[in-house]
C-alpha cells in the first residue's frame, strides 16, 4: 500500500498512520490522515493496489453522526455509505475518503439546531439559511489533495452530487459519475430530503 503512495510538499494532507480493517463489508486498509493546513483529520478506506491511470472506485462521504452512526432516516447519507463500501468490497478496488464536514460542513450542533427548524417545517436548505450558512460549506480541496497523495488521477465517483464531480475536473482529476442512490422503502422521511436535494441543489437523482 505504502509504496503507491506519492510524497509532494505542496500537498495539504499526510499520511500519518495505516492498519487493516476488517468489517461486515469486507476487508480494507485504513489509513489516518491530517491536515497540514488546519485541524481536520480524515479516515480513508483502500481495498486493492491503487494505481496511477487506472479508474479507481471512489466515494468521498460527508460525514453524518446522525445517519452513519445512529441510522437515522431523515437522510439517505448510512445507507449510501454502507452501499460505496460493499461496491468497493465486490470490486476489489476502490476508496473511500470520509470528509470531516458534518451537515454540510456546518457541524454537529448547527446541524442539531437545523433539524429543529425542520420539525417546524423547514427544509434543509431553507434551515442551513435561516441559521446564516451558506446552503452547502463544504469545499472539496483537501480530499482531492488526498487522491493525489495516494496517486489516484482517474477516479469513477460515486455520487449524485454534481458539484463533487466538477471540483474534481476542475482540479485536474479525470472523473466520471457512478449513480450512488438507495432504495426508499423503510425510509421514507428521507424523501422530502432527497426531493430538496434535487429540486434546490441540483443532484441528480431519479424521481422522488
Known amino acids: 500500500m505504502s509504496n503507491s ?11 500519518v498512520a495505516e492498519a487493516n480493517l476488517p468489517t461486515e463489508l469486507g476487508d480494507f486498509k485504513i489509513l489516518g490522515i491530517r491536515s497540514k493546513i488546519d485541524d481536520q483529520e480524515f479516515v480513508v478506506l483502500v481495498k ?14 460527508s460525514q453524518c453522526l446522525t445517519g452513519d452512526v445512529f441510522h437515522s432516516i431523515k437522510c439517505d447519507c448510512g445507507q449510501q455509505l454502507d452501499a460505496a463500501m460493499q461496491r468497493v468490497s465486490q470490486a476489489g478496488l476502490g476508496v473511500v475518503i470520509y470528509h470531516p464536514q458534518e451537515g454540510r460542513g456546518i457541524g454537529i450542533i448547527n446541524k442539531i439546531r437545523a433539524y429543529a427548524l425542520q420539525d ?89
Open 5 to 15: 503512495i506519492v510524497s509532494s510538499l505542496e500537498l495539504s494532507v499526510e499520511l
Open 48 to 61: 486493492g493496489e491503487l494505481k496511477a491511470n487506472t479508474p479507481i472506485l471512489v466515494r468521498i462521504h
Open 120 to 208: 417546524k417545517g423547514a427544509d434543509t436548505v431553507e434551515a442551513n439559511l435561516k441559521l446564516g450558512f451558506d446552503v452547502d460549506e463544504r469545499d472539496y480541496e483537501q480530499c482531492i489533495d488526498i487522491l493525489k497523495l495516494l496517486g489516484i488521477n482517474s477516479v469513477q465517483l460515486m455520487s449524485n452530487n454534481p458539484d463533487k464531480l466538477s471540483a474534481l475536473i476542475s482540479a485536474g482529476i479525470k472523473a466520471e459519475r457512478v449513480p450512488l442512490e438507495i432504495d426508499l422503502e423503510g425510509v421514507a422521511p428521507a424523501r422530502d430530503y432527497l426531493k430538496t436535494k434535487k429540486e434546490k441543489m441540483g443532484h441528480l437523482l431519479s424521481d422522488v
